[in-house]
């Protein structure tokens, strides 16, 4: 099979060894006689694989205690409409835009009651994350929500602002275990798996106890939080197989060290390609240093009439996926936790070889 590194920002690549490991595991898991994706959710099986899964994840994020931790389908963006859902019960909250996910979360959120925007990046292009000084909190607001790496702008917060005891809310998606984070800080975390953790069809929600009781008496079983929380988020079929999926990359990422190893493997990659785009007159990224993410590295070239030239050869490369997202063009290099440094490397390669043949 032909070496590719793939930089999609989402399905996005996977480590090899899952995938072997899922392919070794197919038609017969575990002398069951069964693939995953044939066992009934509520047996013993997949009963074994779901506390598994969870009991990992919990163990990579420290969660602690009070709070649950559901698998949920509908994807982060189901989420931005159950976070009100659950949350508002006729109260206002405050959101934060950084880029095009989070303004996605806000209007979303606006059917379910008074959403206030307190601060934006929107005027300066979404280049880095609004000081933390210049929020407008509000302190009967039900939450703030923001997102803390924006998959297409290509911003990550660092730190976590202080909210007057506001439960934050935060989409995670295209981070999540890529760095430690103290999950105490937060009222409500969600993620789309099809990054970080396993294949699309999954959420992620890990929710403090407290903030499990305050839905609307208008939300579906499904979409509640805390009926999920009560039935291992069972009320409906669960995505079974993303489940096992992800509980495979759960044991990669333990096996690696967990997700202070990961950090650090993390942090050298993207050293190496932003290094690289800020000595280069050829290639550039706009965004505030500090807020740079670590996962999702949006770059452009200075003669844009290339980009098609570009895309081809890095396809012929096996260099693929770097298109950007088509809301703001030029290219995007996602690294994600399965992404070798290998093969940013090569990447660089490839943009030294093409700027100077052009
Ligand atoms: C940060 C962020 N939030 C939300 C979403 C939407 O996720 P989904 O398509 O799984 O609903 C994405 C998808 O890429 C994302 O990157």
Known sequence: MKQIYNFSAGPAVLPKS????????????????????????????????????????????QVPENYKVLFLQGGAIAENAMIPLNLLNGKSADYVVTGAWSKRSVEDAKAFGDIRVIASGEAEGFTQVPDFNTWQLHPDAAYVHYCTNET?????????????????????????????????????????????????????????????????PLTPAVFHWKTQAA???????????????????????????????????????AALLYQYLDQSHFYYNNIAVKNRSRMNIPF???????????????????????????????????????????????????????????
């Open 300 to 358: 452009r070239l200075r003669d844009e009439s290339l980009n098609d030239a570009f895309l081809k050869g890095a396809e012929a490369n096996s260099l693929l996926q770097l298109k950007g997202h088509r809301m703001v063009g030029g290219m995007r290099a996602s690294v994600y936790n399965a992404m070798s440094i290998e093969g940013v490397q090569a990447l660089i390669n490839y943009m030294q070889h093409f700027e100077q043949n052009h």
């Open 18 to 61: 899952v995938l072997e490991r899922a392919q070794a595991e197919m038609l017969d898991w575990h002398g069951s006689g069964m693939s995953v994706m044939e066992m009934s959710h509520r047996g013993k099986e997949f009963t074994s694989i779901l506390e598994k899964t969870e009991a990992d994840f919990r163990q990579l994020l």
């Open 152 to 216: 297409i702008h290509g911003i990550e917060f660092v730190d976590v602002p202080d909210t007057h005891g506001l439960p934050i809310v935060a989409d995670m998606s295209s981070h999540i275990l890529s760095r430690p984070i103290d999950v105490s800080q937060y009222g409500v975390i969600y993620a789309g798996a099809q990054k970080n953790i396993g294949p699309a069809g999954l959420c992620i929600v890990i929710v403090r106890q407290d903030l499990l009781d305050q839905a609307s």
């Open 231 to 269: 039935n291992q988020s069972m009320i409906n079929t669960p995505p079974t197989y993303s489940i096992y999926i992800a509980g495979l990359v759960f044991e990669w990422l333990l096996a690696q060290g967990g997700v202070a190893v990961i950090e650090q493997k993390n942090i050298a990659k």
